[in-house]
């Protein structure tokens, strides 16, 4: 079993449609948790993190984790076409620096 | 802030040859790592350091590959020989020890061995 796991897509929403994105991850201990964008031929940028089971939101980005079920997700609304991008799923360790990251799900956004 | 710099941004060698990857990281970041991806693995952590001491080389594939930090603004990821498998890119990330936890990406460099 993969450390985190992500859809790999493609994940096809048409604009200003919400987009939902999944990652479930094994290590229980598991303290951070991230979200990166990935566009094509760049680097990855985090677009959100999170720490505590609930909700965070930053502007039309809205991050869910839920530690029991081992769950993180990310919603994007009102989806732009310059929201298509692979987005990377990654998670740390208590106590350490070091980020797993999932495969990655591949979004397109339709005009 | 420059964010991390790294060169060079394209590498185009033979099998058998030495490649050497360097990494400027944001200034003031305690961290640094060096990352690998491919399409098949997606991106893998390959070692860490802090305050220029490697802590975690636990992802390097093997003794080909090595990485030095000799001082806390400058690192390099070395692989002799290479081997067309070693084609990726590599990102070097850097973060700051107290902050979020967040790595900030270079701009990666593309290796192809031929």
């Known amino acids: 079993q993969k450390e985190v796991e992500q859809n790999s897509g493609p994940l096809s929403v048409p604009e200003g449609a919400i987009a939902s994105l999944n990652c479930t991850y094994s290590?229980?201990?598991?303290?951070?948790f991230f979200w990166y964008r990935q566009y094509s031929g760049k680097s990855p940028e985090l677009i959100m993190f999170?720490?505590?089971?609930g909700d965070k939101e930053d502007g039309r980005f809205t991050a869910q984790l839920n530690k029991a079920s081992q769950y993180v997700s990310l919603l994007i609304r009102d989806s732009q076409p310059s929201d298509s991008a692979t987005y990377l799923c990654?998670?740390?360790?208590?106590?350490?620096?070091?980020?797993?990251f999932g495969q990655g799900t591949r979004l397109t956004i339709n005009p | 802030d420059a964010g991390v710099i790294q060169s060079p941004r394209h590498e185009v060698t033979e099998m058998g040859q030495e490649v050497t990857l360097r990494c400027k990281p944001i200034?003031?970041?305690?961290?640094l790592f060096w990352y690998r991806q491919t399409m098949m693995r997606g991106l893998e952590l390959l070692i860490y350091?802090?305050?220029?001491?490697?802590?975690?080389d636990s992802g390097m594939p093997e003794d080909r590959f090595s990485a030095k930090m000799p001082n806390a603004s400058f690192s390099t990821l070395k692989i002799q020989p290479s081997e067309p498998r070693d084609s990726a890119v590599y990102f070097c990330?850097?973060?700051?020890?107290?902050?979020?936890?967040?790595?900030?990406f270079g701009p990666g460099t593309r290796l192809t061995v031929l």
């Open positions: 990330a850097s973060s700051w020890d107290g902050s979020t936890d967040t790595q900030y």
């Open positions: 290590d229980r201990g598991s303290q951070s």
């Open positions: 999170i720490y505590s089971n």
């Open positions: 990654a998670v740390m360790g208590r106590g350490a620096q070091k980020l797993v």
């Open positions: 200034s003031g970041h305690d961290y």
């Open positions: 350091f802090n305050n220029n001491v490697p802590i975690d």
